[in-house]
């Protein structure tokens, strides 16, 4: 798990603005036309062989990754300790056109071919892992990195608004752009790239399952990560195969505890084969929706396997003042749609000082098995309605995932399209910005490919792991109602919104909602340190460290 970044055609990088991401080490690496700059977190193989960037052994390739290979022993290199060495030579025998659907992981890379000048950037098929990239204002220079604010370390980068109408309203209606088809000019060779835009001109994350070729002598292109569908696995057995995958490391490994089934049943997987283990809740001091009751009852039957650390970590108003400004700068986008950020933050920030660096999460759970409300089978008009910020009306957009000749029986797995490409995503960059922020890994083996290559259930409500979960935990802690993690608009009050931020705003929005002014006061405050210079002095604001 690392930081990465890099520019090409070559210009000076500076890694200060992701060294959160990777504490353990860093390098810069000049090679003909390409910069290459990285930041490692240490969790497999810690000897100095797997610093990066990383040249294959043939010196054909040249690797700058971020993420985690879980079956990188399969690859057939030969490699039994590092999967930062066993990618390098995997990507020097396939060539720069590697089908990457032979990767079982969460990652996000950038691989240099030198024999024929090709940079590819590629991305996990879910984006567990982020990727950005950047283009100057004259298309001339391409930068990439990790996050957003590592842009801000390459010498030709300003930050500028998006003032795209379409764009901003997607925002305040979603909380993110919707992936689509981008005309880039890089070099003067145009090329439409499946890209989604951000709130900043001329910046784009990369595509969920896509990989990028960019040469200095053609167009850039794209190509899709394809993952072959196959029969339903008995879910009980991918589990425990994904969790023992995702498990390894050199270094501690600990699990969040929720209290809901997937993080429930993640945790108790992982006790199955550790003697010790660190389990951390979040209890949130809003009674309506406090999960400690469950958290506890799963952590007493986890416990009857193992030597169960049960950490529990008050999430209150006051705490909430406390983190929001760095929560909001680690963010990257502006976390408009989830105020439930702040929990990650905490959670890590906590775990972090227990010597944890790796968690393992539920996340992924329900867009797999269709574990929310709005997962029914059969709504198609308004599915996202109940979901938005700004209720701007319908959005062609959203109805590309609803085709008019859907079946009833193809509704459902149209409603877990939409989540996997528009929803998950943001859960996933809030716990990836989140973690981070506190050098801490986080895993989700319910996103491995022997999950995401499951069939669509027959029915929705997640039947297959309440059928688990009842059988090790009873059927009253399998049963109840979802309850997710809100807190109060209350504790969000007191941010302010600021008008002098939102300037470049195209449409004056005037919020008529508490949801809608929150999202005002977010953007207001992301708008400060992103664009009006406050990322000048963020650096030093840093993750603060209990003692």
Known sequence: ???????????????????????????????GELAFGHTRLAILDLEPRADQPQWSSDGSVLLNYNGEIYNFRR??????????????????????DFDPSALDGMYAFAAWFPAGRKLVLARDPVGIKPLYIALSEDGAHLAFCSEIKGFFGVEWFTARPNRDAVVQREFLQYGRAFPRPVELCFRGMPAALPLVPTLLAGVWQVSPGQCLTFSLEAPPSARAVRLLARGADDVAEALADSVADQSVADVE????????????????????????????????????????????????????????????????????????????????EPPMRHRNIVGPYLLAEHA???????????????????????????TVEGFDRTR?????????????????????????????????????????????????????ETRVPFLSNRFLTMPTPARPGKVALKELAAGLFGRKFARRPKYGSPMPRRWFAWLPVQREHLDWLVEPWEPQTKNESWALACLSAWSAMYLHGGWKNQPALGPPRRP
């Open 352 to 378: 972090r000082c227990t010597g944890v660096k790796v968690l393992l999460a539920g996340e992924g759970a329900d867009e797999v098995f269709a574990g929310y409300d709005w997962h029914d089978g059969r």
């Open 253 to 332: 490994v600990g699990v969040q505890l929720s209290g809901g089934i997937d993080s429930s049943l993640t945790a108790h997987e992982f006790a199955r084969t550790h003697s010790r283990v660190h389990g951390f809740h979040l209890s949130v001091d809003f009674k309506k929706h406090n999960e400690e009751k469950w958290a506890r009852q799963a952590a007493d039957v986890i416990a009857k396997r193992c030597d169960f650390q049960f950490h529990v970590i008050p999430l209150t108003p006051e705490e909430v003042r406390r983190v929001l400004p760095a929560v909001i700068w680690h963010s990257d």
């Open 388 to 440: 938005r910020l700004f209720d701007l009306g319908g959005s062609d957009r959203v109805a590309r995932f609803f085709p008019a000749s859907a079946g009833r029986g193809d509704i459902l797995r149209c409603q877990l399209a939409y989540d996997r490409a528009i929803y998950l995503p943001m859960l996933l960059a809030h716990q990836d910005r989140m973690s981070m922020a506190h050098s801490i």
């Open 1 to 31: 798990m690392c930081g990465i970044i890099g520019c090409f055609p070559r210009s000076r990088i500076r890694v200060d603005f992701i060294r959160h991401r990777g504490p353990d080490g860093e390098g810069v690496l000049e090679v």
């Open 75 to 96: 690859l057939g290199v030969g490699e039994e300790a590092s999967d930062t060495v066993a990618l390098a030579q995997w990507l020097a025998r396939e060539g720069s």
